[in-house]
């Protein structure tokens, strides 16, 4: 399968994740330890680390992650993250970190003015399921690993919504599907008995 044209800073507002197989961008507990030994196309780090300006991420991702320290790229990337939450006043600081208790139109009009033209990554299911409902998202960008969790943090988990139709970015037929193909390593099968 050939992966998409390399990311542009063009001031977009992008979706983006890691993804197991089935649909999860976190196990149990936004645990991330799946991603071990899943490994990204060369150079794909360094291309998000000049074409995101600013991250817009949720509170529990920031609980979780950031406030122990966590930044997205780690310390490659300078850009500024705001957290959106109803509770600013109990968030644990850190330095480039804003907490925004706004609504989403103007949590995302903040983060693209911060990103300086380049663009606003969404590093949160819930704030991008949000932003996608209300029209705000410009483009999703996953990488699917390959592994299924069974379990854990769905990317879109909109239990009795209609369904979102999407456009394949890159694609001569926008309305194609992917195509991809694995195979199982993990799954011993039985060996034949030599019983006589």
């Known amino acids: 399968m050939n992966d998409t044209t390399p990311q542009t800073a063009a001031g ?4 983006h994740f890691s993804m197991s197989l089935d649909g999860f961008v976190a196990g149990p507990n936004h645990e991330m330890g799946w ?11 360094e291309e998000y ?5 600013a991250v817009l991420g ?11 320290g966590g930044r997205p790229y780690g310390d490659d990337w300078t850009g500024h993250v705001f957290v959106l939450t109803h509770h600013p006043q109990d968030a644990k600081p850190a330095d480039g970190v804003t ?11 903040i983060g693209l003015e911060a990103a300086g033209g ?3 990554e969404v590093l949160s299911p819930t704030v991008g399921r949000q932003l996608l409902e209300l029209g705000l998202i410009d483009e999703i960008d996953l990488h699917i690993a390959p592994v299924l969790l069974g379990e854990g943090i769905r990317l879109y988990d909109n239990p009795g919504s209609r369904p979102i139709h999407l456009h394949r970015a890159d ?4 309305g194609s599907e ?12 039985p060996q034949p008995s030599n019983a006589q």
């Open 12 to 15: 977009k507002v992008l979706w």
């Open 35 to 45: 991603m071990a030994g899943a490994t990204n196309r060369p150079g794909l780090i």
């Open 49 to 53: 680390v000049t074409t995101t300006g």
């Open 58 to 68: 949720g509170r529990v991702g920031w609980d979780e992650f950031g406030a122990n």
């Open 99 to 109: 907490f925004l208790n706004c609504d989403l139109a103007e949590a995302v009009r």
């Open 118 to 120: 380049k663009n606003l």
């Open 171 to 174: 694609s001569a037929d926008p």
């Open 178 to 189: 992917v195509n991809v193909r694995y195979r199982p390593t993990t799954i011993e099968r």
